[in-house]
């Protein structure tokens, strides 16, 4: 049995010989550490115990950072053998710390500042070590030594004072003669150089004068204020919530002879501004008849102009200067009436059926539906991921009292004007929104968008029933529906104007030349 060796010894053996390795083991209390890997095989040398290496588990315990699979049966008093090295202080050990975590590295808390005040508590930890915690008030992070040093001022209130900055730039030297070129007295320019020891007296320094374009201004020193520290609540981002909408009348009288507003049709023209669409033939347009410009219009640049419901006798226009007019077309032309309430420029505008009230939509994200008469604010609108309202329209029966919105977030969403709730959405398109078109009777409408696709849907339906794009379209950013019902007329990216069917194919009238023309900010249809 000797010639198998100590661990292939038979059952009687092993006994005796488990007997002698206890008597001969020694506790240690304090080993040696290494990180070399050692075998469970305890040799005798003499009265002595020690372990030693075992090159066959050290070529299989050195595996690929790579690999996913063991490549041999681990024991398992290495799978049960407890964590080796320095604890991570960052690691909890109590419950499962994943489910505290709102980020892959740790817990992310949000906190509102500035961008510059952040850029200062940036530049202040790059240069001097330290900057303000933001989650805790008066305490500093980094290089506290130094953030005692300077008493926690950041750059911009270490700023030295105007007289510090004429002393620093007496020391350069002057910046010589453009004339001459080299010797005493050279052009140095920008590169002229500072030096510590010896101060020059240059008129810029000693008197008020402005700095050259190549010189260094710096500010005076900006004593930091002795008040408390604004609550986090105080200083976040909140929506408007003043609800100030105004009206102005700017007309010459609210009231005719005969008690009527600006709401009733005139019937003292040459024309029957109440017939029916198509009974009347029109003409293109060839001269300009009247522009509405003065003090009373707008400041800046108009995204929409809406004419009234069936008739046209007024005029609605939203501009950028987050207002919207109404002005009269056929009698005086003047302005009628103002409507202020948005806090930036206003992007779309539209009547209702009946044209007693309208909507606007602007980039403050509200969309604000307004009495056309009395200029009050009826409803506020906002989508529930507050997005920036490019299209709206009312449904054109008189009957359903809702509208439609296509926003900047792909989407268009569905609201009741009585109710003020959001009742379908509509969420197919990759990208903006940009036109709403009813047709086949009110029963569907038609959407086109920035991901150069147009799509038919059936009301109150958010799947749509046709879609329609090719390699060679381009967006198609503004429509208008032809007084039949039959074809939608569509202005295009490609400065052209495309036509398609708004019957069951929504195919597209190749036949029909395409129109070019420079694409204006909004188009409106005259009825």
């Not at 952040?118 to 933001?134: M, V």
């Not at 410009?293 to 950028?320: C, D, M, V, W, Y």
């Not at 029963?443 to 991901?451: A, E, H, K, L, Q």
Request: glycine share 6%; with cysteine; hydrophobic share 35%.
């Amino acid at each position: 049995m000797a010639l198998l060796g100590d661990q292939y010894a038979s059952s009687d053996e092993e006994v005796s010989h488990n007997e002698a390795i206890v008597a001969a083991t020694t506790v240690v209390a304090a080993p040696d550490v290494s990180l070399d890997v050692w075998s469970h095989c305890i040799i005798i040398f003499g009265s002595n115990a020690n372990s030693v290496q075992d090159p066959m588990r050290l070529q299989l315990m050195l595996a690929k950072p790579t690999d996913t699979a063991l490549t041999y049966n681990v024991p398992y008093a290495d799978l049960a053998r407890s964590s080796q090295g320095p604890q991570n202080p960052y690691k909890s050990t109590q419950g499962n710390a994943l489910k505290r975590k709102n980020a892959l590295t740790g817990d992310a808390q949000e906190a509102a500042i500035s961008d510059a005040t952040f850029t200062a508590q940036h530049r202040t930890f790059q240069s001097l070590g330290y900057t303000k915690d933001p989650s805790v008030h008066g305490a500093y992070v980094g290089d506290l030594v130094k953030a005692q040093q300077h008493g926690g001022k950041d750059i911009i209130q270490m700023r030295p004072s105007k007289e510090e900055s004429a002393a620093f730039r007496r020391k350069r030297q002057r910046k010589g003669d453009a004339g001459i070129v080299d010797g005493e007295g050279a052009y140095k320019g920008p590169w002229a150089r500072f030096n510590e020891d010896q101060v020059f007296e240059d008129d810029a320094a000693l008197g008020e004068e402005e700095l050259a374009s190549d010189e260094e201004y710096i500010e005076e020193a900006i004593v930091p204020a002795s008040s408390t520290a604004v609550a986090k609540l105080a200083s976040d981002y909140q929506d408007d919530l003043t609800n100030t909408e105004t009206t102005r009348f700017e007309g010459s009288a609210m009231y005719d002879y005969q008690g009527r507003t600006y709401m009733s049709i005139p019937q003292d023209l040459d024309i029957d501004l109440r017939a029916e669409p198509g009974t009347r033939k029109n003409y293109i347009p060839k001269k300009t008849i009247h522009v509405w410009a003065g003090k009373e219009s707008h400041t800046k640049a108009i995204n929409a102009l809406r004419f009234f419901p069936s008739s046209g006798h007024l005029l609605l226009s939203a501009s950028a200067d987050t207002q919207v007019k109404l002005w009269d077309v056929y009698h005086s032309r003047q302005l009628l009436r103002t409507y202020i309430g948005h806090q930036k420029a206003v992007t779309e505008s539209t009547f209702s059926p009946t044209g007693s009230h309208f909507l606007s939509g602007s980039y403050d994200r509200y969309m604000k539906l307004w009495d056309t008469e009395t200029g009050a604010c009826v409803s506020r609108f906002q989508t529930s991921t507050k997005a920036v309202p490019h299209v709206l329209r009312f449904h054109p029966s008189t009957d359903i009292h809702e509208f439609l919105v296509g926003t900047s977030d792909k989407k268009i969403v569905q609201f009741d004007t009585r109710s003020g709730e959001m009742t379908q959405e509509y969420d197919h398109h990759l990208g903006a929104v940009n036109s709403i078109t009813f047709c086949d009777e009110n029963r569907r409408f038609i959407t086109t968008s920035d991901d150069r696709s147009l799509r038919a849907w059936e009301f109150g339906i958010p799947v749509p029933i046709k879609f329609v794009a090719s390699p060679e379209m381009f967006s198609l950013v503004r429509a208008a529906s032809h007084p039949n019902g039959k074809s939608v007329a569509f202005q295009s990216s490609d400065n052209q104007i495309v036509v398609y069917a708004s019957t069951d194919r929504f195919r597209q009238n190749r036949k029909s030349k395409p129109a070019t023309l420079l694409p204006p900010p909004s188009v409106s249809i005259y009825p």
